[in-house]
């Protein structure tokens, strides 16, 4: 509405946290963040996966590390189904991330005082030689994945973060 007919508001790249304004016709390329899954969907990279799921009358988000080959589901049937209120979880989109690497852009410095709260976040941390990930909504771990107990873990601990709109 500020700038008239022609030009739309989206979040942008390594600046996941700002909103930005385009021009329509300028745009050259456009890569969404969430990507819609079907049940036979295979991981095309190993990795860190956030998914956006159907729960019980709300959309959930869960974290899981998948390795190339395996069924996107695979956290979602079998013995690992699960709940969420009166509702089996499903799966709807994921949010691909490569595991954190010091020399990869799509990890950046993070503080907790720094962090907003309309985006969903995940954290790599550094325990026991080992690379931890908690995903984060508002202020609040909804989602870990790691060998070491989430309790174990402190700020001291935390790498880098990925920041991303919840949509």
Known sequence: D??????????????????????????????????????????????????????????????????????????FEGEFEHCNGWFVVTPEAFHYLPEYDPNCSEWESCSLSEMDSAHLKVIACSTNKNIEYLLIEGNSVIGYYGKTSIEDISESNFLLESTFPIF
Do not use: M
């Open 2 to 75: 500020k700038y008239g007919n022609g030009y739309v508001q989206a979040y942008c790249g390594p600046y996941s946290n700002k909103l930005f304004t385009f021009k329509i016709d300028r745009i050259k390329d456009i890569k969404p963040i969430w990507t819609r899954i079907t049940f036979n969907d295979v991981v095309s990279a190993s990795g860190i996966y956030v998914f956006a799921c159907a729960g019980d009358n709300h959309i959930l988000f869960e974290i899981y590390r998948l390795e190339k080959g395996e069924r996107l589901w695979k956290y």
